[in-house]
């Protein structure tokens, strides 16, 4: 009976109403015959892995290992930079129209993909009472792919107020700090930290290359990228730095960093990350480590090239740093 009612649905394709009248049965005992069909291995089912889209075989292999809510991942395809990252920005902001809601509150950090999501995020549900927050200071950098223009960007769009922080990444000493996180414009973002529940923000690098917003601020000392290069580290969020297992560094310029706190992050409900190209495969791995990502989005050969590495311990990153002389003598290169 059990092999009978699992060919004529399984083959047949007939319903379980279909199987009932023929075998004399009713649908529920039909169910509990395949059901049963199943459970004692007559019936084993296979997915035939060459009809699932490879993207998405990466994507939940991401999401599996280091336990993220969703991962997207967009083809490279061998196509320019400019067009990748659009193609990351569009799929981010597909993604972001699905989960913001009226009364939100949003913060952005100063990326080139974050400025990618910009460009492509709409408003197709005439969302309201959204808030944008500037999560970095960064009026030392350039417009384009600045904090500022970026939430400008999205308060256009969502017709929302936006919060700034007019001040560099990072600043000289403490005590300029100080009297910046007094100026009160600046107090009152930093006052409205607590109520972001949307953070969208950039993954940096440091090796095998120091990512350009570090070095276009002119904001690190050369002692201080000796002191990073020193401590193995593999990139930022945030410009907080971390080694490659996701354990935050503790820097000499830390308490100089103009920005939403670390501490902030974990509380914050979406924490969507947007991120490009094969060379951040470490940051982007530390940045995993962290636990502090819970969307993310990429191109397909930096996530093939994370899974390749995704064993990676402190012990080989260090080993790999220390005998990689094109980067030693890249760092050296930066010191004259």
Known sequence: MVYKASRLYYE???TFTEIGKKLKLSRFQVANIIKTAKEIGLVRIIIDEKFID???KTATLLEDIFKIDKVLVVNNENLPESEVKRKIGLEAAN???NIIKDNDVISLTTSSTVKAIADSIYNI?????IKIIEANGGSNLSYSNSVHNISRK???VFNAPHFTINAPIIV????????????KNIKNT???????????????TFYPKINKLMIESGDLHKNEFLELKRLYAAGNILFYYFDIEGNFLNTSFDNRIICLPKENIKDISYKVAAVFGHEKKYG???ALRTGLINFLILDNVLAEKILEIKDLSQKEFKKKCGEDINFNDYINQMML
Do not use: A, C, P, Q
């Open 154 to 156: 999205f308060s256009k």
């Open 54 to 56: 490879k993207n998405l």
């Open 190 to 204: 930093y006052k409205m930290f607590h109520e972001i529940n949307i953070l969208i923000f950039g993954i940096g």
């Open 125 to 129: 549900g005439k969302i309201k009472n």
């Open 12 to 14: 047949d394709d007939l």
């Open 172 to 183: 000289d000493s403490i005590e300029t700090k100080r009297v910046l996180l007094g100026e």
């Open 95 to 97: 993604l972001l129209v």
């Open 284 to 286: 982007v791995l530390g």
